[in-house]
């Protein structure tokens, strides 16, 4: 999607889509929406679209990422809302927004709560499904050096997270984490973090030569396994 100098300008829609990309918002059966919410998905091939990751010979990856959802259909893993008048509103990444009790919320405005607080040096939220039970959503938090997470932090935390977003947005738990894992570009790793959380081996969600720290998912990784073992938990 992108800006067009014939048509006119509304607020927070962008105009139209760019020149030979053919664009849809589907539900999750593959519906093509109009005036409602629903995933970024190119029915067409891009003149642009890449058609191998580095270092993913079999295309196993690439496939995984844009086309496990709508078997032969590029899902981007955005929301998007195509309106009829073929203007279009971004609601950011699908594949990292929440999901709890039926409200939608973006990772994006529980991070403007978090850091907001003088404390925190950076954060990190994922929504982890569990079978037969609401999910678990954990903070993970980077704090200053002088400063403990303790009951007091967390009580502050939740608060304003209450406060500055809804009782929904609250966390399951906040952890103290020593990073952030982020891209070399600065993206946080969302997205691997919850994978690896739900059980994959950290080589199949990321590769390390693409992350600003190569070490920033063993702290993950180690969680994961300590959930096996109740009682034990790794330390920032």
């Keep these: 999607m992108g800006g067009v100098p014939t048509l006119p300008v509304y607020e927070g829609e962008l105009q139209a889509p760019s020149l030979g990309v053919k664009i849809e918002a589907w ?19 891009l003149p642009s679209m ?16 844009y086309f496990s959802m709508y078997p032969g259909v590029w899902r981007h893993g955005d929301w998007i809302e195509l309106t009829d008048r073929h203007t279009a509103i971004i609601y950011g990444r699908s594949d990292s927004t929440i999901n709890r009790g039926g409200v939608r919320m973006g990772t994006s405005e529980i991070y403007r709560a978090v ?22 959503m954990p903070l993970f938090v980077v704090l200053r050096a002088d400063v403990a997470l303790d009951d007091a932090f967390r009580r502050r ?45 950290p080589e199949r969600v990321a590769s390390r030569e693409s992350l600003a720290d190569p070490g920033a998912l063993d702290w993950f990784v180690e969680l994961a396994r300590a959930s096996q073992r109740p009682g034990s938990r790794p330390t920032a």
Excluded: M, Y
């Excluded at 593959?30 to 409602?36: A, I, K, P, Q, Y």
């Design 27 to 45: 539900d999750e059966g593959g519906r093509s929406l109009v005036n409602e919410v629903g995933e970024l998905v190119l029915t067409e091939p």
């Design 50 to 65: 890449p058609v191998f990751f580095w270092g993913d010979p079999d295309g196993e990856k690439l496939r995984e990422a």
């Design 115 to 136: 850091l907001a607080d003088p404390d925190v040096v950076d954060a990190l939220v994922v929504d982890v499904p569990r079978e037969g039970e609401e999910s678990w």
């Design 157 to 201: 935390v939740a608060q304003r997270i209450r406060d500055d977003c809804s009782p929904r947005h609250v966390p399951s738990e906040i952890l103290q984490i020593p990073v952030v894992p982020r891209t070399l570009s600065g993206k946080v790793l969302e997205v691997p973090v919850k994978r690896i959380l739900l059980g994959e081996p």
